[in-house]
């Protein structure tokens, strides 16, 4: 089983931005227990971050040619802006799961709409990085469940 990792805009500066909203984990922390995870799940991670939307899309477009099974993606930002993200998730037909770190409902109101979260498996929100680690085990999980 492989499964690809998004990371989205500004997850690059995990652990120096917004410390009070995002902790102190930086996203190296957060992909190599993600790695660790995986490993003890069987399961291959191709893992990507971009703060460019087309980057993106292009990963996603990509997925089914590297015979990739289903998506962990972390938006952020282009969660509430990104239509064209969500037409690439259509587009590709793969198994999803859309993760935040922070609560989206607990903050400003523009936070509380994705245009991801209607099309996707389940959404995980406002575990810092244990939503990735929740993301990933329900996945795979789910994954498992259609190969029966």
């Not at 259509?90 to 509380?112: C, D, G, Q």
């Not at 991801?116 to 789910?142: K, P």
């Amino acid at each position: 089983m492989k499964i690809l990792v998004i990371h989205g805009p500004n997850l690059n500066m995990l652990g120096k931005r917004e410390k009070a909203v995002y902790g102190t984990v930086t996203l190296s922390d957060i992909d190599l227990k993600l790695n660790e995870l995986a490993k003890d799940f069987g399961v291959t991670l191709e893992i990507k971050q971009s703060n460019a939307e087309s980057v993106l899309i292009e990963e996603i477009q990509n997925a089914p040619t590297k015979e990739i099974d289903g998506i962990l993606i972390n938006p952020a930002a282009f969660g509430h802006t990104s239509i064209a993200i969500r037409d690439a998730l259509l587009s590709v037909s793969l198994p999803f799961i859309e993760v935040h770190l922070s609560n989206i409902y607990a903050r400003e109101e523009f936070r509380h709409k994705t245009y991801l979260s209607d099309i996707a498996i389940g959404v995980i929100t406002g575990f810092g990085a244990d939503s990735y680690f929740l993301g990933l085990r329900a996945l795979v999980n789910t994954l498992a469940q259609t190969r029966k």
